[in-house]
Every structure is written in C-alpha cells, then in structure tokens.
Nanobody, 118 residues
Framework: QVQLVESGGGLVQAGGSLRLSCAAS????????MGWYRQAPGKQRELVAR???????NYADSVKGRFTISRGSPKRTVFLQMNSLKPEDTAHYYC????????????WGQGTQVTVSP
C-alpha cells in the first residue's frame, strides 16, 4: 500500500504562483510514476502532469509552459510549481502514484484545493 499526502494549495490571484507538494509513504519502492490530476466542479478529473522515477515528464496542453513537475529527495516526493495561474486552473488537485505505466494511477491522495481569483 502507498499513502500520499498533498500540501500547498490555497487562494491566489490570477497571474500568481503556487507550489504543491506530495509525499509518498508505505511501499514506495513499488512506485514507477507519480503525477498530479485535477477536478473542477462539474468536470471530470484530468491529468495535469506526471513524472516517472527516471525523470520523464508529460503535461496537459493547457498547462505547458506554466507548470513544472519535479521530484524531490527522496524520489517519492513530487512537486508541482504552478506559475501564471488562471481562473480556469481552479480545481481540487490530487497527487497520484502508479505501479507500472498503465492509464490509471493505483493510488490517490486526498487532494488540495487551488482557487485562482480573477
């Protein structure tokens, strides 16, 4: 089992920045990839960014050039630096962890709220 704990959400004005953190515990050496997803009210959960333990990344088109995902030390810590935030980035952000490279993560955190005011 893997447990994920997020931190760093909050309220920010458009154009501002926030940094989300996620720490994994438990069977962390089974993790191959970690990521961030988000879900806005009335919308489906969507991928924001993810990173493999080897460092390969991919991003949603809507956040490319504004968000950066990175790993910490130990590697099963992941960050999401969010710059140039827009009101449409408002959502509940969830950390994820995957065993293997399947479409859906195996584990989810409780999430942290990000609210961007106009």
């Amino acid at each position: 089992q893997v447990q994920l704990v997020e931190s760093g959400g909050g309220l920010v004005q458009a154009g501002g920045s926030l940094r989300l953190s996620c720490a994994a515990s438990g069977s962390i050496f089974s993790i191959d990839r970690m990521g961030w997803y988000r879900q806005a009210p009335g919308k489906q959960r969507e991928l924001v960014a993810r990173i493999t333990m080897g460092g390969s990344t991919n991003y949603a088109d809507s956040v490319k050039g504004r968000f950066t995902i990175s790993r910490g030390s130990p590697k099963r810590t992941v960050f999401l630096q969010m710059n140039s935030l827009k009101p449409e980035d408002t959502a509940h952000y969830y950390c994820s962890a995957s065993i293997g490279y399947g479409l859906s993560p195996n584990y989810w955190g409780q999430g942290t709220q990000v609210t961007v005011s106009p």
